[in-house]
């Protein structure tokens, strides 16, 4: 349907008149002539007007065209083409439009004359042709002469784009040894220019670098090798130079180069091979078995698995056997190992074949025998001072454990296997023997036994004896000796454990009351077995019998019924068991069968209070009675002690506190108050005592001294003060100290804050206010003490004479 609807179009637009022709100018070489069409509209008009609809004639188009291309790159402003209508007589009547890609900004059209030029330069590479439509208009009518036609504008291509290759960097490999014409990679280079115009995009390839050994196909740039037999030994990497130019290579046209690194990878065409023929190593004798003794290297000139080799030594040779070869999987060097130990005073020299041999060969490039290659080792035993060696590596003895002291067990023996043969000294390790239990003798290496043994305690016993040359370097070594304790019968069998039989009340004759089985700490090679009895007596025993089961085990049996607790309630009977051993030992033990008033179930009470009620015969009820009255008789005790601990403790306290009143150091431990009232009488209320002086924490001592001496200094001076008067120098020299005394302890009042009263004056009415001699006028009664928290005070104002001061203690 759309192909009939652009037919009709068409038709219209060419049957119109002054229908405008499509053309296109394509320039595909330079140079080339764009040819005139010119079209006319008589028939067509005339078969139009007549309103014919056969169109099959050739109709004259109304455009004249002109040359419509344009070289690339050209800056430089130029006409490449006219456009003219058949309207058009020359007298700028025709107005011609260009529109389209490129219209206005790249090309542009002469209104009057219909030429069209550039503007700027063109880019094939960025634009190959542009599509524009021209159109002509009367200018007095402003009607289009002619239909609107669409034309192309080829641009032509120069040669102005370098050629480029793609995909680089190149590297490639190929094995070595390869032949002639492998290939080894193909390079590809591209041209921006048209490649239909011309020779521009042309491509032709050829080698700078890499001759002899390569060569590059001229067209499709696949580069092969040219040069037989490359060895990658002698060289490794080749970098080939390939260069590419555009126009055929002719001159004039462009080119580039690029660089492929060709690498040669390793085949196995090389053997292995020993840069010596005699490899010489030394080794002491004492080193240990796995010890390397030495490297050796075969040269391969191959990589990687091509390298690969394994090294053997030659199994016909005995000193093979002494030494081992491995190959080093990192190094693929062979490493000698020691396989067995040395001995210089034996061997002291080994020579045998190493080979070395590749794992992979490759028969294209060397025969089966070439991957071989074999060298000698000459290995030398160095001479080392060796400790003693024993002749046996272990001992093991066999002793009674009733051998006497002195016996002997055996002998050890061991030998300096130097060249020099040194003497040897044997010692017993302290650390293996303990107990000292035996003796060896340094010189000959016999052993004895030292100590009573005994099985039972240690049946084995593990000594280290210790042999040491006389030589300078004083060498040793050492070997265990084992000696096993045998086992005679020394112990006799004993119950296996302290069987407590009971028998319940009502049990018949014949019942099973208790088994028995007996231990023993010897043992006998042939197993243990015991015999159960009963101790020999002139008269059958009436209660109990003892039946042996022949299986190291006894039972004992009721002989009779009717056991009660109201007859007896225990049983004593002798049990005899004797041993298999030679000879026979034996222990007799005697059971203890209690009577008991056993549970429905057959079992009698073995612990708590109830089994202590029936070991005391007496009833459940009468035992917890007895417990209770006892722990209530405990009880009231720990009371009665409390309070008499308490008691003593008040009456400690009241002894202090009238001591404190009776003694004159209370003075210096209390502060006291020395008051002045205004008018003070007897009944005035005394102050509350200030609070105790603290004691200097290391004066306590000192001070508890003094105050004896001031003490008897006092009582003295009391007993002589009716004899001396004040002004006296005794009297006065002890005032002096007291006051010097209390100047010099911080931590004692004032000495002249207290009023002291040591003399009154013969005659005086009121007799000595001296403490220590009124104490007694003044004796606190112990109770009221006791109730009255305040401090004791002493009013002296009935012997001051006056109410004016009072002082309180």
């Known amino acids: 349907m759309g192909s009939a609807e652009e037919m009709h179009g068409w038709t219209v637009k060419m049957s119109a008149p002054g229908v405008l022709a499509v053309v296109t100018f394509f320039s595909m070489l330079p140079g080339g002539v764009l040819s005139d069409m010119r079209c006319t509209q008589g028939l067509e008009a005339q078969q139009f007007a007549q309103g014919s609809t056969h169109l099959h004639r050739r109709l004259k188009r109304g455009w004249i065209w002109k040359q419509l291309f344009v070289p690339e790159e050209d800056p430089t402003p130029r006409v490449i083409g006219q456009l003219k209508s058949d309207s058009d007589r020359g007298e700028f009547s025709i107005k011609y439009i260009l529109s389209g890609e490129g219209a206005g900004d790249v090309f542009e059209i002469d209104e009057y004359s219909g030429e069209i030029r550039t503007l700027k330069k063109l880019d094939r590479e960025e634009k190959a042709f542009y599509i524009l439509q021209a159109q002509a208009i009367n200018r007095r009518s402003n009607e289009p002469e002619e239909p609107q036609s669409e034309f192309i504008i080829q641009v032509q291509d120069i040669n102005d784009n370098v050629p480029q290759f793609q995909n680089e960097p190149y590297v490639s490999s190929i094995p070595e040894m ?50 037989p037999n490359m060895d990658r030994e002698a060289r490794e990497q080749y970098l080939v130079v390939v260069q590419v130019k555009d126009m055929l290579g002719l001159s004039g046209g462009y080119s580039t180069s690029t660089t492929v ?25 004492n080193a240990a078995v796995g010890t390397t003794v030495g490297r050796i290297m075969a040269e391969d000139g191959d990589v990687g698995i091509n390298a690969r080799m394994t090294y053997t030594l030659d199994d016909d040779l005995e000193e093979s056997a002494t030494f081992i070869i491995q190959t080093d999987p990192v190094t693929q060097e062979g490493v000698v190992l020691l396989a ?37 080792l000459k290995i030398i035993v160095q001479d080392v001072d ?172 009721a002989r009779r019924s009717t056991f009660t ?139 508890r001294l003094r105050r004896e001496d001031v003490r008897a200094s006092i009582r003295m001076s009391l007993r002589e003060s009716h004899l001396i008067g004040p002004e006296d120098d005794v009297f006065k020299q002890f005032i002096m100290d007291r006051m010097a005394e209390a100047d010099r302890d911080p931590h004692a009042p004032p000495y002249d804050c207290l009023r002291i009263y040591a003399y009154e004056g013969s005659g005086s009415p009121a007799g000595s206010l001296s403490s220590l001699e009124s104490l007694a006028a003044f004796e606190i009664v112990p109770e009221q003490a006791a109730c009255n928290t305040r401090p004791y005070v002493v009013k002296l104002t009935p012997w001051y004479g006056g109410g004016e001061e009072d002082t309180i203690f």
């Open 340 to 376: 067995q130990p040395l001995d210089y005073e034996t061997k002291r020299r080994f020579v045998m074949a190493a080979d070395a041999a590749n794992d992979h060969v490759d028969t294209r490039f060397l025969d089966l025998d070439e991957f071989t290659d074999r060298t000698t």
């Open 565 to 703: 607790r109201k007859d007896r309630t225990q049983y004593l009977l002798p049990v005899v068991v004797t041993d298999s051993g030679s000879p026979a030992l034996s222990s007799t033990s005697t059971l203890t069968i209690s009577v008991c008033s056993c549970q429905p179930a057959g079992h009698c009470p073995t612990g708590g209070v109830e089994a202590l009620a029936l070991s005391m015969g007496v009833s459940l009820q009468t035992l917890l009675g007895l417990l209770v009255c006892l722990v209530t008789l405990t009880v009231l005790s720990i009371l009665m002690l409390m309070v008499r601990r308490h008691r003593r403790k008040q009456q400690e306290a009241q002894d202090v506190e009238v001591k404190e009143l009776e003694l004159p150091e209370t003075v210096s431990q209390k502060v006291l108050y020395y008051g002045e009232p205004g008018g003070g009488g007897a009944g005035r209320d005394f102050r509350p005592p200030a609070v105790p002086l603290r004691h200097h924490p290391h004066r306590r001592r000192e001070r």
């Open 178 to 227: 390869c032949p002639t014409g492998t290939t080894v990679a193909q390079v590809t280079a591209t041209d921006a220019d048209d490649p239909l115009f011309g020779n521009n995009a042309k491509l032709i390839y050829s080698i700078l670098q890499g001759e002899p050994y390569f060569s590059v196909e001229p067209k499709t740039g696949t580069i092969v090798t040219s040069w």
């Open 261 to 285: 690194t060709v690498s040669l990878t390793d085949v196995n065409d090389n053997g292995p091979t020993f840069q010596h023929h005699l490899y010489t190593f030394a080794v002491p004798e």
């Open 386 to 557: 060796e400790p003693p060696v024993f002749l046996s590596p272990v001992y093991e003895w066999k002793v009674p454990e009733n051998a006497a002291v002195g016996t002997l067990l055996g002998g050890v023996s061991a030998r300096d296997t130097d060249t020099v043969d040194n003497a040897i000294r044997y010692s017993v390790d302290k650390r293996s023997d303990t107990t000292k239990a035996f003796k060896i003798d340094p010189n000959n290496g016999t052993i004895t036994v030292a100590r009573a043994l005994d099985r039972e305690t240690t049946d084995w016993h593990n000594v280290t004896v210790v042999a040491k040359e006389t030589s300078l370097n004083h060498l040793s070594s050492s070997v265990v000796v084992f000696i096993k304790v045998l086992d005679i019968n020394d112990n006799v069998p004993r119950l296996a454990r302290d069987y407590q039989p009971y028998i319940c009340e009502g049990t018949q004759a014949g019942e099973l009351i208790q088994l028995l089985s007996a231990v023993d700490p010897d043992e006998p090679v042939e197993g243990h077995h015991f015999y159960f009895s009963m101790v020999p007596e002139k008269h059958i025993n009436p209660n109990f019998t003892i039946r042996d089961n022949q299986d190291n085990t006894a039972g004992i049996v």
